[in-house]
C-alpha cells in the first residue's frame, strides 16, 4: 500500500468536505468491527482475512483523514449492531452485507474523484484487496447451507401441505396442532436420519453434524408453522391457516434473504421457486382435505 501521508493535499469545496468525513468516519468504523468480529473468530486463517481487511480500512481512513484533518472515533452503535449480527447470523453474512452497503456509494465517488481523483484510486483499492479477502472467509455453518436448505424446504413442503389439508379436515385448532406436531417430529427424526445416512455413504466425516443442521432447520419449521394453531382458539382455524401462510412466506423471505447476502445467490428466482412450491402444495391439500371429509362423510 502506498504512503501519500506527505503529499500536498488540494484546496476543496465545502460539499466535497463533507462526504470525505463520511468517508473517512465510516472507514474508521468499519475497521474496528472487523477488529472487533476477528477478536471472536476462533479460525485463525478467518481471523488474519478479517485482521487485514480491518488494516485496509484503517489505511483509507488515514488518507481521508489528510483532506479532514479530524481524528475520528467509530459510531459505537453500528460497531454493537454488526459485531451482534455476527454472534447471530455469522461473520460472513455481516461483512458482506455491510460490504454490500458500501457498493451503493460509486457514484459518490465518482461525483468526488472531479475534485479529488485521488477517490478512485482509494475505490479501486478497496474493490481489489478487501474484495479478494473477503472470498478468503470460510465460514462453518456456510457449509451446511445445503443441510440447513434441504430441512427447511422439505418442512415447508410436508408442513404446509398437512396442516392445510388438516385444517379442512378436522376444523379444530388444537385437533390439527396436536396431529400436525406428531407428525412433524416423526419427519423431522425420518429426515436427519435419512440425511445421516446419505452422508455417511459418501465418506463424509461430519454426516452426524450435517444430520443435525438439516433437523434443527426441519424442527425450528414445523415449529413456526404450527405455533399459529396454538395460538388461536378452536373455531378460528381459518385464522391459523392463514397466519400459518404469512409465517411460510416470512421464512422464505428472511432465509433467502441470508443466502442471497452470505452467498451471493439470487433472492428473487429462489424465493418465487420455493414459496410456488410450497403454496402450490399448501392450496392442493387444501383442496384434497375437502374431498377427503365430503367423500368419508367425517364430521369432527
Do not use: C
Not at 465510516?26 to 477488529?35: K, L, M, N, Q, S
Not at 376444523?171 to 412433524?184: E, K, Y
Not at 436420519?193 to 450435517?210: C, I, Q
Not at 433472492?267 to 384434497?288: H, P, T
Amino acid at each position: 500500500m502506498p504512503d501519500n501521508t506527505n503529499d500536498t493535499v488540494p484546496a476543496i469545496s465545502p460539499e466535497s468536505l463533507a462526504q470525505i468525513k463520511i468517508f473517512q468516519q465510516g472507514e474508521v468504523t468499519e475497521a474496528e468491527i472487523y477488529r472487533r468480529i476477528a477478536a471472536r473468530t476462533k479460525d485463525e486463517k478467518n481471523k488474519a482475512a478479517l485482521l487485514r481487511i480491518a488494516q485496509e480500512e484503517a489505511f483509507h481512513a488515514e488518507r481521508w483523514r489528510r483532506y479532514t484533518g479530524e481524528d475520528m472515533k467509530p459510531e459505537r452503535g453500528k460497531v454493537m449492531l454488526h459485531t451482534i449480527m455476527a454472534r447471530v447470523l455469522g461473520f460472513t453474512f455481516a461483512v458482506k452485507l455491510m460490504e454490500n452497503g458500501e457498493g451503493n456509494a460509486q457514484d459518490k465517488y465518482e461525483q468526488l474523484a472531479v475534485e479529488v481523483p485521488e477517490a478512485m484510486e482509494i475505490r479501486a483499492d478497496e474493490i481489489e484487496h478487501e474484495e479478494a479477502l473477503l472470498e478468503m472467509l470460510d465460514e462453518e455453518r456456510l457449509s451446511y447451507v445445503g443441510s440447513m436448505v434441504l430441512g427447511m424446504n422439505d418442512a415447508m413442503v410436508e408442513m404446509t401441505g398437512t396442516l392445510a389439508g388438516l385444517t379442512l379436515a378436522m376444523q379444530n385448532t388444537r385437533l390439527i396442532a396436536l396431529s400436525g406436531l406428531i407428525t412433524g417430529i416423526a419427519a423431522t427424526l425420518s429426515m436427519a436420519s435419512s440425511e445421516y445416512l446419505s452422508t455417511k455413504s459418501e465418506g463424509r466425516p461430519d454426516a452426524l453434524k450435517s444430520a443435525s443442521y438439516t433437523g434443527v432447520a426441519y424442527l425450528i419449521t414445523v415449529a413456526l408453522l404450527i405455533l399459529p394453531y396454538l395460538l388461536f382458539d378452536e373455531a378460528h382455524y381459518l385464522w391459523a391457516l392463514g397466519t400459518m401462510i404469512v409465517i411460510v412466506l416470512l421464512i422464505l423471505v428472511a432465509f433467502n434473504y441470508y443466502l442471497s447476502v452470505a452467498q451471493g445467490l439470487p433472492f428473487k428466482k429462489r424465493f418465487g421457486q420455493m414459496a410456488g412450491i410450497s403454496l402450490g402444495v399448501a392450496a392442493l391439500s387444501f383442496v384434497i382435505g375437502i374431498i377427503v371429509k365430503q367423500f368419508l362423510g367425517v364430521d369432527i
